[in-house]
């Protein structure tokens, strides 16, 4: 290998489809050993996010802020708006140790393929 090339040893990458069935939204069971971890700002958070998921901004992540304990040493399926943040996020979780992948298009493409989505009250929420 050429010195100037790095390995790719980064997260890999998950379709929003993937990404409910690896958290179990889309089974009637509630399979899925994942845990669905959103890196929104609390503001998007409140406006609408995936039932059963894990808020942890990326701003308080970088800042070194832990995962809650039920999220800790279980697989990671890390969601934002768009999937920018959610990348940067599962590099930082995998430089951590912990096993993560990102979500492709973020929770705008979850809305979009139907998935479930709540407000901070549990009723029908929005992609801010």
Do not use: K
């Not at 802020?65 to 969601?79: F, S």
């Amino acid at each position: 290998m050429s010195i100037f090339r790095r390995a790719r040893s980064g997260p890999g990458r998950v379709s929003v489809q993937e990404a409910a069935l690896r958290t179990g939204h889309v089974t009637a069971d509630g399979g899925g050993d994942a845990v669905l971890l959103d890196v929104r700002e609390p503001y998007e958070w409140q406006a609408g996010h995936a039932p059963r998921a894990v808020h942890l901004s990326l701003s308080a992540l970088a800042a070194g802020a832990g995962l809650p304990a039920h999220a800790q040493a279980r697989p990671l399926v890390v969601i934002c708006r768009s999937g920018n943040r959610s990348r940067q996020a599962a590099e930082l979780l995998v430089a951590r140790g912990s096993q993560a992948v990102d979500v492709i298009g973020g929770m705008r493409d979850w809305a979009r393929a139907g998935l479930p989505v709540v407000d901070g009250r549990g009723q029908g929420g929005t992609v801010a």
